[in-house]
C-alpha cells in the first residue's frame, strides 16, 4: 500500500481575482522509503500539493490518504516532519531547544529529549552546537537545524519545501550530500519541492513534474540512478544527464500548453 | 560617551532659552513695581530682579533647581512639604493602577487574540474608553468612589489603571499575533493545543512588544495618578502639590513639582527598560 495516494485531487483557492486552480486532477502514488522531488515553475502548486498532505490545506475535490488515512488524521498521528523554506527557529530558544519543541508538545520525558537531541543534532553533523542561539549560528546550519528539529520525532514522512532555496550553490551541494546520507539511514518517506533541475534528479527516487495554470503534474520519472550510492560525481554521468534532460523536456512541454 | 554631547547641548540651549524668557514673561512685575515708586529700572536691575522674585509668571531655573532641592532634601520625608513624601504617594498609586492596568490589558488581550467575539467587541470599547478626556471622569470617580467610602490609593489607582491598560492591551494584541503563518502551520504539523500554540509561541514572541507597552502603559498609570490627585480634597501627592501651589500662586512649587513628576515617571521607565534588557538577554532575544 502506498503512504500517500492522490486520485484526483483538486484544489481551488477562491480569491477576489476568482477562482485560482492550484491542483488539477492530481493522481500520485509514493511507496514507503521512496524520495519523491516535486519541479517545476513557480505557482505550480508544489508548496500547495505538500500543504495539503500535511492537512495544512484541504483539497476541494478527490481523494487524499497518508498511511491509509486522512491527511489530518495522519497529522493528529504526528505522521509528519515539515521543513519549510525559512529555518524558522525560536530565537529566544537554544538549538537544543528548539528541537525539543515537538518533543515537549509530544510528551517524551526529559532524558528521552536529551538523547534524541544529542541523536539528531549529530545526524545534521551539528554535534555540539546545541547550547548555541540560532542568531549564532549561519544560514545552512539554521536550516540543518530545522531539518533536525523535523528529525527529532518518529514521523515516517519528511515533508521539505525548498528547504535549501535560499542558500548558495556550494552549502547546497553538501546539504544535499547530507540529506542523501540521512534518508538512508532513517529509511524516510520524503517529499521535496525544489527548483533546481540538478538537485532533484541527484536526490530522488521519483521525480513529479508540474506545470502551473491550471497546477498539474505533467511527468512522474523514475530515477534509474542506484539508490545505494550517489556521490556528487554521479552528476556528470550519462545516465544522470538523461534524467535530467527529461525533466526539462517536460518542464519545456508544461510550458508550450501554456503558450 | 558620544551620547551624552548632543544631550548636554540641547539642554543648555533650552536653559539658555528659560532664561531669557523668565526674564520677558516677569519683567512686567519689576516695571510695575518701578513705575510705582517712581524709579527707572537698568538692565542689570531688570535681569537681577525678574530672577529672584518670590512669585514669578515663569520661575528661573535656578529657583526651581532650588525649590526642588528643598522639597527633596530640605524636609524630613514625612513632612507634608516633603517632595520625597508626596512622590511616594504618587508612585504608590502609580504601581498599584499599573499593575491593575496590565493585569487587564494582558487578560483582555488574551480573550481577543484567542475568541472571535471579543476580538469584534473588545476593541472598540476599549478605544472609545481612550477618546474620553480623563480630567473629565476622574473628578466623578473620585466624588462616586468617595460617597461609598473609598477613599485614598484604590480611587487614583482605577484612574492609572484606566489609562495604563490600553497600551498594554494594543501591544499585547500585536505582540500575541506576531508569530506568523509558517510558524503557527508548524506547531499544527506537531498537532499543539491551543494552549501550548500560546504557551510556547505566542507569549514569547510577544516580549519585545510587552516591554515596549509596559513603558507607554506605566507613564499613562504616572499621568492617570496625578490627574486623580487634582480634583477638590487631596492633599497628598504631586497632584495635590500642583494644585496648592496653583491657588496660592507659589509657581516655584508648582515647577518643582512638575519636575519632580518627571523624574519619577523618567525613573519608571528606565526601571522598565532595564528588566526589559535584563528579559530579554536572559531569552536569547537580545543580542
Ligand atoms: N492561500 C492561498 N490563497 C489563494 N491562492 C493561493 C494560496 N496559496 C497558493 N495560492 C495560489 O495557488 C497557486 C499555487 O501556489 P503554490 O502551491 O504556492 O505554488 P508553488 O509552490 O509551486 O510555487 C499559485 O497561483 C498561488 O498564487
Ligand atoms: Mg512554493
Known amino acids: ?259 | 560617551m558620544k551620547s551624552v554631547l548632543p544631550i548636554l547641548t540641547v539642554l543648555a540651549a533650552i536653559v539658555v532659552i528659560w532664561y531669557g524668557a523668565a526674564v520677558g514673561l516677569n519683567s512686567k512685575w519689576t516695571y510695575d513695581q518701578a513705575a510705582r515708586a517712581g524709579q527707572d529700572v537698568s538692565f542689570s536691575q531688570l535681569v537681577t530682579d525678574t530672577m529672584t522674585q518670590e512669585r514669578p509668571v515663569l520661575p528661573a531655573p535656578h529657583q526651581v533647581a532650588k525649590g526642588l532641592w528643598e522639597g527633596v532634601a530640605g524636609q524630613k520625608i514625612t513632612s507634608k512639604r516633603s517632595l520625597v513624601y508626596h512622590g511616594g504617594v504618587t508612585f504608590s498609586a502609580t504601581m498599584a493602577g499599573f499593575v491593575l492596568g496590565a493585569v487587564a490589558g494582558i487578560l483582555l488581550a488574551v480573550g481577543i487574540v484567542h475568541n472571535r467575539a471579543m476580538d469584534m467587541s473588545v476593541m472598540p470599547w476599549a478605544i472609545a474608553s481612550q477618546t474620553i478626556p480623563i480630567l473629565a471622569i476622574a473628578p466623578m470617580v473620585i466624588v462616586v468612589l468617595a460617597s461609598l467610602g473609598i477613599k485614598g490609593l484604590l480611587p487614583k489607582a482605577i484612574i492609572a489603571a484606566y489609562l495604563s491598560f490600553f497600551p498594554i492591551l494594543v501591544g499585547m494584541v500585536k505582540g500575541l499575533r506576531a508569530p506568523d503563518g509558517m510558524q503557527l502551520d508548524l506547531l499544527r504539523t506537531y498537532n499543539a493545543s491551543g494552549s501550548e500554540t500560546f504557551w510556547k509561541l505566542r507569549l514569547p514572541s510577544s516580549m519585545p512588544y510587552f516591554f515596549a507597552s509596559l513603558k507607554v502603559g506605566i507613564a499613562a498609570a504616572l499621568v492617570g495618578t496625578i490627574v486623580a490627585e487634582l480634583p477638590a480634597g487631596a492633599t497628598q501627592g504631586l497632584g495635590a502639590r500642583l494644585l496648592s501651589g496653583s491657588y496660592y500662586g507659589q509657581t516655584i512649587q508648582i515647577w518643582a513639582a512638575l519636575f519632580a513628576a518627571a523624574a519619577l515617571a523618567a525613573v519608571l521607565v528606565i526601571v522598565v527598560g532595564a528588566i526589559e534588557k535584563v528579559v530579554l538577554r536572559k531569552m536569547g532575544m537580545a543580542r
Not at chain 1, 45 to 55: D, E, N, P, S, W
Not at chain 1, 149 to 154: E, G, Q
Not at chain 1, 179 to 198: A, D, M, N, Y
Not at chain 1, 224 to 253: K, M, N, Q
Open chain 1, 1 to 259: 500500500m502506498p503512504v500517500i495516494e492522490a486520485k484526483d485531487l483538486n484544489l481551488t483557492f477562491q480569491t477576489n481575482d476568482g477562482p485560482v486552480h492550484a491542483l488539477k486532477d492530481v493522481n500520485l502514488a509514493i511507496e514507503k522509503g521512496e524520495f519523491v522531488s516535486f519541479i517545476g515553475p513557480s505557482g505550480c502548486g508544489k508548496t500547495t500539493f505538500l500543504r495539503c498532505i500535511a492537512a495544512l490545506e484541504t483539497p476541494t475535490g478527490g481523494s487524499l490518504t497518508v498511511n491509509g488515512m486522512s491527511p489530518d488524521d495522519a497529522r493528529k498521528a504526528r505522521s509528519y516532519g515539515y521543513v519549510f523554506q525559512a529555518a524558522g527557529l525560536y530565537p529566544w530558544r537554544t538549538i537544543a531547544g528548539n528541537i525539543k519543541l515537538p518533543l515537549e508538545i509530544m510528551g517524551y520525558s526529559r532524558a528521552e529529549m536529551d538523547q534524541r537531541v544529542e541523536k539528531v543534532l549529530d545526524l545534521v553533523d551539528l554535534g555540539g552546537f546545541g547550547k548555541k542561539f540560532p542568531w549564532q549560528l549561519s544560514g545552512g546550519m539554521q536550516q540543518r537545524a530545522s531539518i533536525a528539529r523535523a528529525l527529532a520525532f518518529d514521523a515516517e514522512i519528511l515533508l521539505m519545501d525548498e528547504p535549501f532555496g535560499a542558500l548558495d550553490e556550494i552549502v547546497r551541494d553538501k546539504l544535499n550530500e547530507e540529506l542523501l546520507k540521512l534518508w538512508k539511514r532513517t529509511e524516510k518517506t520524503i517529499g521535496f519541492v525544489t527548483h533546481s533541475i540538478p538537485e532533484a534528479v541527484y536526490l530522488s527516487t521519483k521525480i513529479v513534474v508540474m506545470s502551473p495554470r491550471p497546477g498539474r503534474i505533467t511527468d512522474v520519472i523514475d530515477s534509474t540512478l542506484p539508490r545505494d550510492e550517489r556521490p556528487l560525481e554521479i552528476r556528470d554521468s550519462a545516465e544522470f544527464l538523461a534524467i535530467a534532460h527529461r525533466v526539462r523536456e517536460g518542464l519545456r512541454a508544461g510550458h508550450a500548453y501554456d503558450e
